[in-house]
């Protein structure tokens, strides 16, 4: 069993004894639970990114209106102690399905109906004891795959494997959903770290050598990062690696950078394990029609989403007070243009790879 | 009010007292133009009537010879659809020379120039019975009585319509110890109904309203009913009063100076009413300067009766007596609602006294009634909130749309008791008008006239009784409220503590849910006792103040 397991086992069994000991001085057990909603969501500008409050909720047994819900959490902890017992692994969807059973015989109720009603008790128990899912053996979908220079031991099912991620050729690795149990980061010999949204752009610039020639770790989370490679964009910044993201340019694309630069709203109580605040935006943006003229013909219309999108974004304070992300997003608005990355290929389809050092030898970035 | 001469109690042991203050009037062919007015108007209303007259006789009878009332009812079907009712009592009894009088003669009875508290008033009633038998079948009406001197005396009953003078034939007397009268008719033009407008559901409210009686009924269909007796008492004899100036009516007033034997208007109104002293008179006398006051009172003109009541009206008087009223009272209210209605809650108020038109005494009992029995079966079984009304104990069961006690109920708004629903909950507002001179609005004595104090005042009996319900319904909601909820956090207690158990890696889980239990009973139940305590008086000093509130506005 690896260490920030037995961690995550402590902290269950630590919550299973002092309600225990609730119980047996004859008062109510209780859960208390930092709230995962809107109103307690703030941007924090120390940190640089999204964070939960100090609002708290606590549940009470003896309350009618929170007893299942009680019951419930406290099933899915003792499951999830279960798991870390017998190291092993489930998805959220396989948790329920070991819960979703009839309380009795004579009972018409489950203790879970839908999967709906346990999603939400894991990122209570996650937010309450300071866990991610995947210190509780929960996995999620794994989506990301990185290439470059680093050494990656992954103990797993008693075995040990040692991964270079030099040596994956065309397909690279891909990126597990836990990165932290199990998982130690040998060697890291690269400048910095390169995000790229799109996996076609990936296997353009994969291709084309460029994490080789730039030394730098080239990712793609393929879309919108998930909580696996958001973690592992984190533990590389944590290394001192700069990170730059490289996404099309439209509200869809930059929100992308800004989820990984700050978090977001659904994952505010992870943001201390996934959001890195120190993130650059290297491209694509509206600004490059001026640097790079053929761009200017290979616009194409915005959708309707990034319309929509561009104007919340221009709401989000921690967007707003930066000058040059209102330029962008109001010349989205007032153009209602977009430039995908694919569109650097015009040229020629190294242009990319040039497009991109040319940027960044000269620091041309976004904040 | 010791001293005065309007409290003429009369305390009759005999029979023959009773009746000895018949007067005659010739009605009986105005009964026959008029007979919708006299309540024979439809064919069930006809045969609830025909009951009504003869049962309240008994009562009224049996009340004042100081005797429990038995009665029997009994209803058979002959010819096709004419029915016989016959009525029996265990009263007093009639003096054979009196029995025409009493059955068969209108307005000859011993209720109408008495001012006094009495369920019939007008003394049309059994008269009338003779009079509808005759003119729908051309039969008499069957009489036997006796007074429990060792007689009893049997005759044939007709009147004779243009002198409304009754006429006796096949009169017998024999032998017996029977005490009481069995009046025994046969009718056309009615209807037997089991409906609320019916005889059984008439005979039901009767029954509640005077838990000293003790009623049986056998329908047509051989329905048989006991209401049973539920208290053990007659009920204190009703107290003659005269009749306050401010509360008479022209009709009345010259009603009462026509059949006056006095020499002058003066004395006839100081011996026939209340509070009217010589200088009341003096003011009178120069109130109307250019009126006779001296003249007999039979040459009393319409229009100087009229001018008289106004001048009433204007002058200052001795508030009336309240001596004379009988409510039922809310013990026995209690007693009868429980044997016939069998609710799972009930309130019943008691008010005091007020007055009408400027000086009639008149008070109000009101009581809700509530599960059980209570409220009506609907055609389609179903049950529907009832009001059920009384005057003097005789219940109300037509005209109900012009009645004060609708309009009064009608007007309260039953959402602010929790009662919105009230045409479809399992409830009887029970309303009893008691006064010695009820305002009907016409001779079928089946609705009480809208007067603004007397709707107000029923307002208020009612609404302090859906008050107390209220509270009662309240109660009864949480406590099931409390039972769900213990018993749907119950159903996660076992699962719980294997749980808690595996998780804690400590102690066993049957261990922990019998404490798990324990807490939910425990904390259920000082739940209760917390909300209930708190809630409940928190409502009940709300309740009273409010009550407060109005009733120091209203008897202001």
Same mark, same amino acid.
């Given at each position: 069993m690896a260490k920030k397991s037995s961690e995550a086992f402590e902290k269950l069994e630590g919550l299973g004894r002092s309600m225990v000991s609730e119980v047996m001085k004859g008062d109510s057990p209780e859960f208390e639970t930092p709230i995962r909603s809107k109103g307690n969501i703030d941007y924090d500008e120390n940190f640089g990114y999204l964070r939960l409050g100090d609002k708290k909720e606590t549940r009470t047994f003896v309350n009618v209106g929170q007893a299942r819900k009680f019951m419930q959490t406290v099933a899915v902890a003792a499951k999830c102690k279960k798991f870390l017992e017998e190291d092993s692994h489930t998805s959220i969807r396989g948790l329920f399905y070991q819960l979703k059973?009839?309380?009795?015989?004579?009972?018409?109720?489950?203790?879970?109906?839908?999967?709906s009603e346990s999603n939400p008790l894991i990122e209570d128990l996650e937010v309450a004891l300071t866990l991610k899912r995947e210190d509780l053996n929960l996995n999620t979908d794994r989506k990301g795959v990185v290439a470059g220079k680093m050494k990656i031991i992954d103990k797993f099912g008693g075995e040990e494997t040692k991964i270079d991620c030099s040596k994956q050729g065309r397909s690279g690795w891909a990126i597990p959903s836990?990165?932290?149990?199990?998982?130690?980061?040998?060697d890291v010999d690269a400048d910095y770290v390169l995000v790229v949204e799109k996996d076609a752009l990936w296997q353009r610039l994969n291709e084309d050598k460029f994490w080789r020639k730039e030394n730098c770790i080239l990712i793609t989370p393929k879309g919108q990062a998930s909580r696996g490679c958001r973690r592992l964009i984190k533990k590389l910044a944590q290394k001192k690696l700069p990170v730059i993201v490289f996404t099309d340019c439209d509200a869809w694309g930059w929100y992308i950078y800004w989820a990984i630069k700050t978090g977001s709203m659904n994952l505010a109580y992870l943001a201390d394990d996934i959001a890195t605040p120190q993130a650059k935006f290297v491209g694509v943006t509206m600004r490059d029609i001026q640097d790079y003229d053929f761009l200017g013909k290979l616009t194409i219309n915005a959708k309707e989403i990034d319309i929509k999108r561009a104007q919340e974004m221009l709401d989000y304070p921690w967007i707003a007070r930066h000058k040059e992300w209102v330029d962008e997003l109001k010349t989205v608005l007032k153009t209602k243009k977009k430039i995908e990355q694919?569109?650097?290929?015009?040229?020629?389809?190294s242009f990319v790879g040039e497009y991109l050092r040319e940027k960044i030898k000269a620091k041309k970035f976004l904040p | 009010m010791g001293g005065d001469r309007e409290a003429k109690g009369i305390f009759m042991a005999s029979a023959d007292s009773i009746f000895k203050e018949f007067r005659e009037h010739s009605v009986a062919e105005f009964f026959r133009k008029n007979r919708q007015m006299l309540g024979f108007a439809g064919k069930t209303r006809s045969l609830t009537t025909i009951v009504h007259e003869y049962v309240t006789n008994s009562l009224d009878a049996c009340e004042e010879g100081g005797i429990l009332p038995e009665i029997d009812v009994k209803i058979s079907l002959v010819n096709g659809d004419h029915c016989i009712v016959r009525v029996q009592d265990n009263g007093p009894g009639i003096p054979p020379k009196m029995v025409g009088k009493a059955l068969g003669m209108m307005l000859a009875g011993t209720k109408f120039h008495r001012y006094m508290q009495q369920r019939g008033q007008q003394g049309i009633g059994a008269a009338g019975c003779t009079m509808f038998s005759q003119i729908t079948t051309g039969k008499p009406v069957h009489v036997k009585t006796g007074t429990g001197n060792g007689k009893v005396y049997e005759c044939d009953l007709t009147v004779d319509v243009k002198t409304n003078k009754p006429v006796q034939q096949n009169e017998r007397n024999s032998d017996g110890e029977f005490r009481g009268i069995v009046v025994e008719g046969e009718f056309a033009e009615v209807k037997y109904d /089991?409906?609320?407008?019916g005889v059984m559901e008439y005979l039901k409210r009767t029954a509640l309203a005077n838990p000293h009686a003790q009623i049986s009924f056998e329908g047509p269909d051989g329905e048989k009913q006991l209401f049973p007796r539920a208290v053990n008492s007659v009920p204190p004899k009703a107290v003659e009063v005269l009749p306050h100036p401010l509360g008479i009516t022209t009709n009345e007033l010259v009603e009462m100076a026509h059949h006056s034997e006095e020499r002058k208007i003066t004395s006839f109104l100081q011996q026939n009413f209340a509070r009217v002293s010589p200088a009341r008179i003096d003011e009178l006398r120069s109130a109307m300067?250019?009126?006779?006051?001296? /003249?007999?009172?039979?040459?009393?003109k319409w229009g100087e009766a009229e001018e008289m009541v106004k001048a009433f009206g204007q002058m200052k008087w001795i508030a009336p007596s309240t001596d004379a009223l009988r409510p039922i009272g809310k013990e026995q209210i209690e007693k009868a609602l429980v044997n016939i209605l069998n609710p799972q809650y009930m309130s019943v108020g008691e008010r005091r006294p007020k007055v009408f038109r400027g000086g009639v005494p008149f008070m109000v009992e009101a009581a809700i009634a509530y599960g059980g029995g209570s409220g009506r079966r609907t055609a389609d079984g179903s049950v529907a909130g009832d009001v059920i009304r009384y005057a003097n104990r005789a219940p109300l069961l037509f005209d109900a749309g012009g009645c004060a006690i609708n309009e009064a109920t009608k007007s309260i708004e039953w959402g602010r008791y929790d009662m919105r629903d009230f045409d479809s909950l399992p409830m009887t507002v029970f309303v009893n008008f008691v006064s010695v001179h009820v305002p009907y609005t016409g001779a079928g004595k089946q609705a009480i006239s809208n007067e603004e104090e007397i709707l107000d005042e029923i307002k208020r009996a009612v609404m302090e009784c859906c008050r107390d319900v209220q509270l009662h319904l309240r109660g009864k909601a949480r406590e099931g409220e409390r039972d769900a909820k213990k018993k749907a956090i119950m159903r996660y207690v076992e699962q719980l503590a294997r749980d808690l158990a595996e998780l804690s890696g400590k102690g066993k889980a049957e261990d922990l849910q019998k404490k798990l239990i324990a807490l939910v009973e425990g904390k259920y139940k000082k739940h209760i006792e917390e909300a209930s305590l708190e809630e409940i008086s928190g409502e009940a000093a709300a309740a009273k103040h409010a009550a407060e509130n109005e009733n120091g506005n209203g008897e202001e």
């Amino acid at each position: 069993m690896a260490k920030k397991s037995s961690e995550a086992f402590e902290k269950l069994e630590g919550l299973g004894r002092s309600m225990v000991s609730e119980v047996m001085k004859g008062d109510s057990p209780e859960f208390e639970t930092p709230i995962r909603s809107k109103g307690n969501i703030d941007y924090d500008e120390n940190f640089g990114y999204l964070r939960l409050g100090d609002k708290k909720e606590t549940r009470t047994f003896v309350n009618v209106g929170q007893a299942r819900k009680f019951m419930q959490t406290v099933a899915v902890a003792a499951k999830c102690k279960k798991f870390l017992e017998e190291d092993s692994h489930t998805s959220i969807r396989g948790l329920f399905y070991q819960l979703k059973f009839s309380l009795g015989e004579d009972v018409e109720e489950e203790l879970f109906t839908e999967q709906s009603e346990s999603n939400p008790l894991i990122e209570d128990l996650e937010v309450a004891l300071t866990l991610k899912r995947e210190d509780l053996n929960l996995n999620t979908d794994r989506k990301g795959v990185v290439a470059g220079k680093m050494k990656i031991i992954d103990k797993f099912g008693g075995e040990e494997t040692k991964i270079d991620c030099s040596k994956q050729g065309r397909s690279g690795w891909a990126i597990p959903s836990d990165v932290d149990n199990g998982m130690e980061f040998e060697d890291v010999d690269a400048d910095y770290v390169l995000v790229v949204e799109k996996d076609a752009l990936w296997q353009r610039l994969n291709e084309d050598k460029f994490w080789r020639k730039e030394n730098c770790i080239l990712i793609t989370p393929k879309g919108q990062a998930s909580r696996g490679c958001r973690r592992l964009i984190k533990k590389l910044a944590q290394k001192k690696l700069p990170v730059i993201v490289f996404t099309d340019c439209d509200a869809w694309g930059w929100y992308i950078y800004w989820a990984i630069k700050t978090g977001s709203m659904n994952l505010a109580y992870l943001a201390d394990d996934i959001a890195t605040p120190q993130a650059k935006f290297v491209g694509v943006t509206m600004r490059d029609i001026q640097d790079y003229d053929f761009l200017g013909k290979l616009t194409i219309n915005a959708k309707e989403i990034d319309i929509k999108r561009a104007q919340e974004m221009l709401d989000y304070p921690w967007i707003a007070r930066h000058k040059e992300w209102v330029d962008e997003l109001k010349t989205v608005l007032k153009t209602k243009k977009k430039i995908e990355q694919d569109a650097l290929q015009g040229p020629r389809l190294s242009f990319v790879g040039e497009y991109l050092r040319e940027k960044i030898k000269a620091k041309k970035f976004l904040p | 009010m010791g001293g005065d001469r309007e409290a003429k109690g009369i305390f009759m042991a005999s029979a023959d007292s009773i009746f000895k203050e018949f007067r005659e009037h010739s009605v009986a062919e105005f009964f026959r133009k008029n007979r919708q007015m006299l309540g024979f108007a439809g064919k069930t209303r006809s045969l609830t009537t025909i009951v009504h007259e003869y049962v309240t006789n008994s009562l009224d009878a049996c009340e004042e010879g100081g005797i429990l009332p038995e009665i029997d009812v009994k209803i058979s079907l002959v010819n096709g659809d004419h029915c016989i009712v016959r009525v029996q009592d265990n009263g007093p009894g009639i003096p054979p020379k009196m029995v025409g009088k009493a059955l068969g003669m209108m307005l000859a009875g011993t209720k109408f120039h008495r001012y006094m508290q009495q369920r019939g008033q007008q003394g049309i009633g059994a008269a009338g019975c003779t009079m509808f038998s005759q003119i729908t079948t051309g039969k008499p009406v069957h009489v036997k009585t006796g007074t429990g001197n060792g007689k009893v005396y049997e005759c044939d009953l007709t009147v004779d319509v243009k002198t409304n003078k009754p006429v006796q034939q096949n009169e017998r007397n024999s032998d017996g110890e029977f005490r009481g009268i069995v009046v025994e008719g046969e009718f056309a033009e009615v209807k037997y109904d /089991k409906g609320e407008y019916g005889v059984m559901e008439y005979l039901k409210r009767t029954a509640l309203a005077n838990p000293h009686a003790q009623i049986s009924f056998e329908g047509p269909d051989g329905e048989k009913q006991l209401f049973p007796r539920a208290v053990n008492s007659v009920p204190p004899k009703a107290v003659e009063v005269l009749p306050h100036p401010l509360g008479i009516t022209t009709n009345e007033l010259v009603e009462m100076a026509h059949h006056s034997e006095e020499r002058k208007i003066t004395s006839f109104l100081q011996q026939n009413f209340a509070r009217v002293s010589p200088a009341r008179i003096d003011e009178l006398r120069s109130a109307m300067p250019n009126f006779d006051i001296d /003249k007999p009172p039979r040459e009393l003109k319409w229009g100087e009766a009229e001018e008289m009541v106004k001048a009433f009206g204007q002058m200052k008087w001795i508030a009336p007596s309240t001596d004379a009223l009988r409510p039922i009272g809310k013990e026995q209210i209690e007693k009868a609602l429980v044997n016939i209605l069998n609710p799972q809650y009930m309130s019943v108020g008691e008010r005091r006294p007020k007055v009408f038109r400027g000086g009639v005494p008149f008070m109000v009992e009101a009581a809700i009634a509530y599960g059980g029995g209570s409220g009506r079966r609907t055609a389609d079984g179903s049950v529907a909130g009832d009001v059920i009304r009384y005057a003097n104990r005789a219940p109300l069961l037509f005209d109900a749309g012009g009645c004060a006690i609708n309009e009064a109920t009608k007007s309260i708004e039953w959402g602010r008791y929790d009662m919105r629903d009230f045409d479809s909950l399992p409830m009887t507002v029970f309303v009893n008008f008691v006064s010695v001179h009820v305002p009907y609005t016409g001779a079928g004595k089946q609705a009480i006239s809208n007067e603004e104090e007397i709707l107000d005042e029923i307002k208020r009996a009612v609404m302090e009784c859906c008050r107390d319900v209220q509270l009662h319904l309240r109660g009864k909601a949480r406590e099931g409220e409390r039972d769900a909820k213990k018993k749907a956090i119950m159903r996660y207690v076992e699962q719980l503590a294997r749980d808690l158990a595996e998780l804690s890696g400590k102690g066993k889980a049957e261990d922990l849910q019998k404490k798990l239990i324990a807490l939910v009973e425990g904390k259920y139940k000082k739940h209760i006792e917390e909300a209930s305590l708190e809630e409940i008086s928190g409502e009940a000093a709300a309740a009273k103040h409010a009550a407060e509130n109005e009733n120091g506005n209203g008897e202001e």
